[in-house]
């Protein structure tokens, strides 16, 4: 049972973007999408959304990305150990925000590629863990739960503790009976491939 709320507990939002994109031969965070790009679509959601805060990690090309994304009002942490694989930007992103904010009750990790990714999707996650009271509320489609998810503080200590290679999911599923999950239609586009934007966004 997640712990109660109240306006003076804050739910923030972690961008996983420190990937090298090494399969789509250049940075997808930079690919242009709906007159920004794809890291900057997924913060201006977030920006857009309920949630109070939102920390962007970093990794693989990161001056470059830093650059152009500097006019956000955003945390920036730059994850120096980003070959070791999604856990490490988990842990760094959540250290990070937890730093800067007094009182936070969830986090909700998201990751920059999702192409119809909203801020309705976003504020369905923190409208559904404040009603059913559930600590995980992960994100269903094309048969799973995955991103965007968001976990209570209670998880926070589980969360810091994921091995390097691997992601959030292997908590969700050490605790399905503890997830409530929300549908998110197309969620399970996004882009690996030179090809994917141009299939996938129709």
């Given amino acids: 049972m997640c712990s109660d709320f109240s306006d003076n ?11 090298e994109s090494k399969r789509l031969g250049t940075p997808k965070q930079l ?22 805060e939102t920390v962007v990690v970093l990794g693989a090309n990161s001056r470059l990305i830093q650059k152009k994304i500097l006019n956000f009002p955003i945390n920036i942490v730059i994850n120096q150990n980003w070959k070791m694989g999604m856990g490490c930007s988990i842990r760094a992103g959540l250290e990070k925000i937890e730093s800067v904010n007094n009182n936070l009750q969830a986090v909700i990790l998201l990751v ?20 059913f009271k559930k600590p995980i509320v992960a994100s269903e489609y094309d048969g799973t739960l995955g991103v965007p998810v968001l976990f209570d503080k209670e998880f926070f200590p589980e969360l810091l503790k994921i091995n390097g290679i691997s992601g959030a999911k292997i ?3 050490n605790h399905l009976d503890q997830v409530c999950s ?4 197309k969620g399970e586009f996004d882009i690996d491939k030179s090809n994917d934007l141009s299939n996938r966004s129709k």
Avoid at 36 to 48: A, D, R, Y
């Fill in 9 to 19: 507990y804050k739910i923030c939002t972690i961008i996983l973007a420190a990937g």
């Fill in 31 to 52: 690919i242009p999408y709906k007159n920004s790009t794809l890291l900057g679509h997924t913060i201006q959601c977030t920006l857009n959304s309920k949630s109070n």
């Fill in 112 to 131: 920059c590629d999702q192409l119809f990714l909203t801020s309705k999707t976003i504020d369905h996650l923190i409208e559904s863990y404040l009603s």
């Fill in 171 to 173: 908590v969700v599923k």
């Fill in 182 to 185: 929300i549908p998110f239609p």
